[in-house]
């Protein structure tokens, strides 16, 4: 199966490492926008996207690559990770989720998870979340990838 992951990591690494860990589950290379060739998307069985969580939001410069997507089909997941936890009813995904499900994409699921976060309140406390994502972080994201692998991701 040809997997493509589009992750946008900034600050710490964090969604790196956890992109990087459903990399190797999935067989998959791991790129930032600005790396990612659409015609390699387009022929991709499975694309992930993915990246940090900032002010609430997934960062501007991933949400924009997929606004700029043509419309197509496909299956794809999304990503995340933040500092603060996410609220079940808002998860982090869901714009993300919609902007794909809008253009024709099929959504398999998403994954969040805790991460260590110096944002400016948290900074001058020496940040939060100090050792995520953790072993068990990274494993639920291969167990994630390997739900996504075997086709039975879960649909947010």
């Known amino acids: 199966m040809r997997t493509v992951i589009v992750c946008t990591s900034v ?4 969604t ?6 459903m990399a190797d589950v999935l067989g998959a290379e791991v790129v930032a926008p600005e790396q990612a060739d659409l015609a390699e998307l387009a022929g991709a069985d499975l ?10 939001r997934l960062h501007p410069r991933l949400t924009e690559f997929v606004k700029a997507l043509p419309a197509g089909r496909g299956r794809t997941f999304v990503f995340a990770t933040s ?3 996410e609220i079940s009813p ?10 794909l ?4 994409f099929e959504v398999d699921g998403s994954f969040s998870c805790r991460a260590f976060d110096t ?36 649909v947010s």
Do not use: E, M
């Open 11 to 14: 600050s710490h690494g964090n």
């Open 16 to 21: 790196r490492r956890v992109a990087n860990s």
């Open 47 to 56: 694309v992930g996207f993915g990246s940090g969580v900032f002010y609430g």
């Open 83 to 85: 500092g603060l936890p």
């Open 90 to 99: 808002a998860p982090f995904t869901r714009p993300l989720v919609r902007l």
């Open 101 to 104: 499900r809008g253009k024709g």
């Open 119 to 154: 944002w400016t309140p948290f900074k001058i406390l020496g940040g939060i979340n100090k050792q995520r994502p953790n072993a068990g972080d990274l494993a639920a994201a291969r167990a994630f990838a390997g739900r996504l692998r075997d086709g039975r991701g879960l």
